[in-house]
């Protein structure tokens, strides 16, 4: 654009700078936090250069956290696997449902599905706890409560509206004379969605796929409320380690560095994909 | 017939919503404690009524209003800006904006155990941080006068780039003629942004203001993990007086009532927002 003077150039660097200190520094710290033992992290000043170790890493792997004072069980891998269980399976069942449904409503305008799509997206940002709380109770009488079944279901809460909305709009995009030159050629409906909508759309189910399986990692109030400590995902199970084992501050952190890994790998991995889809769907954290 | 089968699931989400929607609703017009299910009554409107009264729920509304307002307000500033330091493209520039990424991606819960940690007391480097410029003995989350503060800088930290990613694509997106007519005729640089570019990004600016706003007066994860709502009730916002409601004094019919206005606010907020983003998406799909 226009040329830009020496001192502007400067005062933008810093600004940059200091922009990337301020949002990169937590994890920087979390990351360095988790590399070392409880007697260097509780050192006053913080330091900055120290010998790293894994024994943060291996307690949590090995379950077992062995102190002066005797040896702790330590349940955080039960919880890395019902992240990873409950966000696969409720991201695979939502896409089952949701991609075929999606194109329904896409290509047949029926009465009541706009009513369904608009039903699903105004609640999209209605308050969690409203459908939620009173969930519970009903989950209590059915013996969902605390079930995998059950929190798969109430996921599909965010993944099934996620996904319908984002993958809706591309099959929308997808020309319809394209479809229909496939079908007189005599081919199936069925066999239209999949050998064409269906890989035109790919793009699209890859990015809603992606986010809803973000946003279901990232779930807290769910399992808060409805899953007891066999079936919590990190985001709660850390939360009870933190308050647990208190001053097993080296552990935490590498219990907080797994937990976010793996979000943080597929975003810089498919960022693309990511922007697409957070400019195009709802988005809550 | 086969759109009907298809589309099976979606109403069944939806009838899965709506159901404990309405029970919710019916909730909220009752005398309900999970204590006494024996005095479990409608009372009708007596748990709205009785909030005129209570200073609780008033701190309630004023905290989260209050939240979210903050919230916002400093995310658009801060994301507004670094979206035009941003703005050129460049090998940096992409890559910056791809690291920022990196706190939106991260759970809001776990955002908050990690400034958690860095703000402990014994420890912690930003309590370190601040005795060096001379606050010693900065309480951050732990004392009522610097909790919100303290939140809102969690929730700036995980917000702030979702902000800068719309308006980022939104500056790139805009036509260049204008900015190059201007830098022509020796336009100053203020009047260019007042008057080309904030005009021009207005679409862009009001989906992540409404979008956040949204989110924000909905807070739990990040003030729940950190301080349960506390110090006392200074940070009680809407979903965690209504999740404390609950679980801890059993009070349905309260925290229902509490969720049914938060619903209304939320609603009359997401109209506005769904209305504007159809008819931005019917525009951009009759431009294409």
Same mark, same amino acid.
């Given at each position: 654009?226009?040329?830009?003077?020496?001192? =502007?150039?400067?005062?933008?660097?810093?600004?940059?700078?200091?922009?990337v200190?301020?949002f990169m520094?937590?994890?920087?710290?979390?990351?360095?936090?988790?590399?070392?033992?409880?007697?260097?992290?509780?050192?006053? %000043?913080?330091?900055?250069?120290?010998?790293?170790?894994?024994?943060?890493?291996?307690?949590?792997?090995?379950?077992?956290?062995?102190?002066?004072?005797?040896?702790? *069980?330590?349940?955080?891998?039960?919880?890395?696997?019902?992240?990873?269980?409950?966000?696969?399976?409720?991201?695979?069942?939502?896409?089952?449902?949701?991609? %075929?449904?999606?194109?329904?409503?896409?290509?047949?305008?029926?009465?009541?599905?706009?009513?369904?799509?608009?039903?699903?997206?105004?609640?999209?940002?209605?308050?969690?706890?409203?459908?939620?709380?009173?969930?519970?109770?009903?989950?209590?009488?059915?013996?969902?409560?605390?079930?995998?079944?059950?929190?798969?279901?109430?996921?599909?809460?965010?993944?099934?509206?996620?996904?319908?909305?984002?993958?809706?709009?591309?099959?929308?995009?997808?020309?319809?004379?394209? =479809?229909?030159?496939?079908?007189?050629?005599?081919?199936?409906?069925?066999?239209?969605?999949?050998?064409?909508?269906? %890989?035109?759309?790919?793009?699209?189910?890859?990015?809603?796929?992606?986010?809803?399986?973000?946003?279901?990692?990232?779930?807290?109030?769910?399992?808060?409320?409805?899953?007891?400590? *066999?079936?919590? %995902?990190?985001?709660?199970?850390?939360?009870?380690?933190?308050?647990?084992?208190?001053?097993?501050?080296?552990?935490?952190?590498?219990?907080?560095?797994?937990?976010?890994?793996?979000?943080l790998a597929l975003a810089l991995y498919a960022q693309r994909y990511l922007v697409?889809?957070l400019?195009?769907?709802?988005?809550?954290? | 017939?086969?759109?009907?089968?298809?589309?099976?699931?979606?109403?069944?989400?939806?009838?899965?919503?709506?159901?404990?929607?309405?029970?919710?609703?019916?909730?909220?017009? $009752?005398?309900?404690?999970?204590?006494?299910?024996?005095?479990?009554?409608?009372?009708?409107?007596?748990?709205? !009524?009785?909030?005129?009264?209570?200073?609780?729920?008033?701190?309630?509304?004023?905290?989260?209003?209050?939240?979210?307002?903050?919230?916002?307000?400093?995310?658009?500033?801060?994301?507004?800006?670094i979206?035009?330091?941003l @703005?050129?493209r460049s090998t940096l520039n992409n890559f910056i904006s791809i690291m920022l990424l990196m706190p939106l991606m991260?759970?809001?819960?776990?955002?908050?155990?990690?400034?958690?940690?860095?703000?402990?007391?014994?420890?912690?480097?930003?309590?370190?941080?601040?005795?060096?410029?001379?606050?010693?003995?900065?309480?951050?989350?732990? #004392?009522? #006068?610097?909790?919100?503060?303290?939140?809102?800088?969690?929730?700036?930290?995980?917000?702030?780039p979702?902000?800068m990613i719309?308006?980022l694509a939104?500056?790139?997106?805009?036509?260049?003629?204008?900015?190059?007519?201007?830098?022509?005729?020796?336009?100053?640089?203020?009047?260019?942004?007042?008057?080309?570019?904030?005009?021009?990004?207005?679409?862009?600016?009001?989906?992540?203001?409404?979008?956040?706003?949204?989110?924000?007066? @909905? $807070?739990?994860?990040?003030?729940?993990?950190?301080? @349960?709502?506390?110090?006392?009730?200074?940070?009680?916002?809407?979903?965690?007086?209504?999740?404390?409601?609950?679980? $801890?004094?059993?009070?349905?019919?309260?925290?229902?009532?509490?969720?049914? !206005?938060?619903?209304?606010?939320?609603?009359?907020?997401?109209? !506005?927002?769904?209305?504007?983003?159809?008819?931005?998406?019917?525009?951009?799909?009759?431009?294409?």
């Amino acid at each position: 654009m226009e040329h830009t003077s020496l001192l =502007e150039r400067i005062l933008r660097g810093i600004a940059l700078t200091l922009v990337v200190i301020f949002f990169m520094f937590p994890i920087v710290w979390i990351l360095m936090m988790s590399f070392q033992t409880n007697e260097t992290i509780l050192r006053i %000043p913080p330091q900055l250069v120290f010998k790293p170790t894994l024994a943060n890493y291996t307690a949590l792997i090995t379950g077992k956290l062995t102190t002066a004072a005797g040896t702790l *069980d330590i349940a955080f891998m039960r919880n890395l696997w019902n992240s990873v269980f409950l966000s696969v399976t409720s991201v695979a069942v939502a896409l089952l449902l949701g991609v %075929p449904a999606a194109y329904a409503f896409a290509r047949h305008k029926f009465r009541g599905s706009e009513d369904i799509a608009f039903t699903l997206l105004s609640f999209r940002f209605a308050p969690a706890l409203l459908v939620l709380l009173p969930l519970t109770l009903y989950f209590q009488k059915l013996g969902l409560a605390n079930t995998y079944i059950g929190l798969i279901w109430v996921y599909q809460l965010i993944c099934l509206p996620l996904i319908l909305w984002i993958v809706r709009g591309y099959f929308e995009d997808i020309p319809a004379d394209i =479809e229909y030159a496939y079908r007189i050629a005599g081919h199936s409906w069925f066999a239209t969605f999949r050998k064409i909508a269906l %890989p035109l759309a790919g793009p699209g189910i890859a990015a809603a796929g992606l986010l809803a399986f973000i946003f279901a990692w990232n779930n807290f109030v769910f399992a808060l409320v409805l899953a007891s400590a *066999d079936k919590q %995902p990190v985001t709660v199970g850390a939360l009870a380690f933190i308050t647990s084992s208190g001053i097993q501050y080296g552990q935490i952190s590498a219990a907080i560095v797994l937990s976010i890994t793996p979000t943080l790998a597929l975003a810089l991995y498919a960022q693309r994909y990511l922007v697409e889809g957070l400019s195009l769907g709802a988005v809550k954290g | 017939m086969l759109p009907y089968v298809l589309s099976l699931p979606a109403l069944l989400v939806c009838i899965g919503i709506l159901i404990p929607f309405f029970t919710s609703v019916v909730y909220s017009f $009752q005398r309900y404690r999970l204590s006494q299910p024996w005095a479990r009554q409608f009372n009708w409107g007596d748990n709205y !009524i009785s909030f005129f009264t209570d200073p609780r729920f008033w701190n309630t509304l004023e905290i989260s209003l209050l939240y979210a307002g903050i919230t916002v307000l400093l995310e658009l500033l801060l994301g507004l800006g670094i979206a035009m330091l941003l @703005q050129k493209r460049s090998t940096l520039n992409n890559f910056i904006s791809i690291m920022l990424l990196m706190p939106l991606m991260t759970a809001p819960a776990l955002a908050a155990l990690m400034w958690k940690l860095m703000t402990n007391p014994g420890f912690g480097v930003l309590s370190y941080l601040a005795s060096l410029i001379g606050l010693q003995d900065f309480r951050w989350a732990s #004392s009522p #006068s610097t909790a919100l503060f303290t939140v809102v800088l969690v929730d700036i930290w995980v917000y702030t780039p979702f902000i800068m990613i719309l308006l980022l694509a939104g500056l790139r997106s805009l036509p260049t003629q204008p900015f190059e007519a201007a830098a022509l005729d020796g336009v100053p640089r203020s009047f260019v942004f007042f008057r080309i570019t904030l005009p021009m990004l207005t679409p862009y600016i009001l989906t992540a203001t409404l979008f956040r706003l949204l989110d924000s007066i @909905q $807070q739990f994860d990040i003030i729940y993990a950190m301080t @349960q709502g506390g110090p006392g009730d200074t940070l009680t916002v809407f979903q965690v007086e209504a999740y404390l409601n609950f679980f $801890q004094s059993t009070n349905v019919g309260r925290s229902a009532a509490l969720m049914i !206005i938060l619903w209304a606010i939320t609603y009359f907020l997401s109209n !506005i927002f769904i209305k504007n983003w159809l008819r931005l998406r019917e525009r951009a799909r009759g431009q294409a």
